[in-house]
């Protein structure tokens, strides 16, 4: 079993920065792929960002150049870097831990953009 806890939500003001973490209960990334999702109100989750055990990133289009995925091996810990903030970006973002059918939830942190 893994434990994943989410930290850093919170409130910010469109163009601003937050910088999500996510801690791992054990060290799992040299196997696993890491992710943040999202799901804002009446949508579907979707990803975020992605950060495969060879180091490799994706990141969904509306995201790219604005937020980073990172991790550090000795904090068992993989962070999500958020600048330039929209309202569009309003969700709860989960962090997300996989390995072939084996999956790993957070419980979620709620990020809010205001206008």
């Known amino acids: 079993q893994v434990q994943l806890v989410e930290s850093g939500g919170g409130l910010v003001q469109a163009g601003g920065s937050l910088r999500l973490s996510c801690a791992a209960s054990?060290?799992?990334?040299?196997?696993?792929?890491m992710g943040w999702y999202r799901q804002a109100p009446g949508k579907q989750r979707e990803l975020v960002a992605l950060l495969t055990s060879g180091s490799s990133t994706n990141y969904a289009d509306s995201v790219k150049g604005r937020f980073t995925i990172s991790r550090d091996n000795a904090k068992n810990t993989v962070y999500l870097q958020m600048n330039s903030l929209k309202p569009a970006d309003t969700a709860v973002y989960y962090c997300?831990?996989?390995?072939?059918?084996?999956?790993?939830w957070g419980q979620g942190t709620q990020v809010t953009v205001s206008s």
């Open positions: 997300n831990a996989r390995y072939r059918q084996i999956d790993y």
């Open positions: 054990r060290n799992i990334f040299s196997i696993y792929a």
